[in-house]
C-alpha cells in the first residue's frame, strides 16, 4: 500500500468489476472533482459560517459522503481527512474557520494526488484491454 491508494483495494475491485473498472475509475474521479468543487464553494462562499448550525450540517454531511466512497475506493488517507473535517464539524460548539479552510485544502491537495494515480491506473488498465 502507499500512503495514498491502497492497491490491494484498487486491486480487488478490478477483479470484481472487470470490464467495469474503468468506467469505475471515471466516475469516481468526476465525482470527486464535483465534491471538492462544491466543499470549496460552501466554505468560500460569502455567506458561509463556521457559527451556522445549518451550514456545518451540510458540510459534515458532504464530508461523511466524500470519506465514504474514498475509502470504498481505497484512497485512505483522503477518507481519513474526510473524516478529520466531519469530526471537526460535529461538535458545532467551537468550530474554528481557519481549521475547516485548513482541512478542506488538505482534502483538495491529496485528491488531486490521488486522481493522478487514478489517471494512471485508468490509462494502464485500459491499455491492458
Known amino acids: 500500500m502507499n500512503t495514498h491508494v491502497d492497491l490491494t483495494v484498487l486491486s480487488t475491485l478490478r477483479d470484481v468489476m472487470e470490464t467495469e473498472y474503468p468506467a469505475l475509475l471515471h ?6 472533482e464535483a465534491r471538492v468543487t462544491d466543499l ?16 456545518l450540517q451540510t458540510l459534515r454531511s ?3 459522503s466524500f470519506k465514504g466512497s474514498s475509502g470504498n475506493m481505497g484512497a485512505s ?6 473524516h478529520q ?8 460548539s ?5 481549521r475547516i479552510s485548513e482541512l478542506v485544502r488538505a482534502i483538495h491537495v ?3 494526488v490521488v ?9 494502464t488498465t485500459l491499455t491492458r484491454h
Open 77 to 82: 488517507h483522503l477518507a481519513e481527512l474526510c
Open 85 to 92: 473535517l466531519e469530526e471537526l464539524v460535529r461538535d458545532q
Open 27 to 32: 466516475i469516481f474521479i468526476k465525482d470527486s
Open 62 to 64: 458532504m464530508a461523511h
Open 40 to 55: 470549496n464553494g460552501l466554505i468560500h462562499h460569502p455567506d458561509f459560517s463556521p457559527a451556522s448550525p445549518t451550514q
Open 115 to 123: 486522481r493522478d494515480l487514478f489517471d494512471v491506473e485508468l490509462q
Open 110 to 112: 491529496e485528491f488531486n
Open 94 to 98: 467551537a468550530v474554528s474557520g481557519a
